[in-house]
């Protein structure tokens, strides 16, 4: 048991991301596997580890922010070359938000373990995301049942499915995930207006190409609401 100066939803270690249970019971038998699991509850943060070890034998990150980035209505303006980290606080993680941004770029990224996604669009017209590299750990380890509509159930990219228009994507290099990229947001089985996927390496993850949006979490957490990062700043 750990005293947290907040609340987190998301957490990982020296081995990799933590499953998020929905009960302290639920962590006590952590269905999900290795490397362990955590439960938050207000701000206090409850880790057991596989290995049976103390959680002060292992390197823990508890994550305090809910997005790195957030680009909103803005133009012009790029990501290039940076590294992205372990987000997800009271509310979805995401490595980079745009919001109804024009021609904005995120470019030779690397974004890894963050709770929901690592680029979220909603809205916006003719952005580039091309050549970044976005991964997840321990998730390709846990069974389809425990992750699926769990806060596990995370993207590399995602499109909110609210207008996004003329949006490039390319180059990139997706593993690890739950899902690689989602195009169709809220709309099912339509990809997101003129978008284009170039070719992009794509491994080790529940779906290539998801095709429909992600429902809220269930018994592996508090429920996101409409699973987007709007509550954030």
Sequence with gaps: MVCWARATGHVTSEAGRLF?????????TSRAGSPGGFFAERTTLYVKFSDGLSPSRHVVH????DQAFVLDGVSFV????????HYGGAAPGVGVLLRNCLECVV??????EVQRAGVW????ER?????????DTSIAEWTWHQTNLSSADN???FFDGLGSRGFIIRRNHVWGLFDGIAPCGSTPDRVANDAASRPARIRETGRSVATSRPRPAAAAGPPPGRASPRSGP
Aim: hydrophobic content about 35%.
């Design 155 to 157: 993207h590399g990219i």
């Design 121 to 124: 669009v909603e809205g916006g």
């Design 20 to 28: 998020r249970y929905g009960s302290l019971q639920d962590l006590r």
């Design 127 to 135: 952005g580039r995301i091309e050549d970044n590299e976005i991964w």
């Design 78 to 85: 790029g990501i290039d070359n940076v590294e992205i980290r």
């Design 107 to 112: 470019h030779k990224t690397r974004i890894h």
């Design 62 to 65: 508890a994550a305090r922010l």
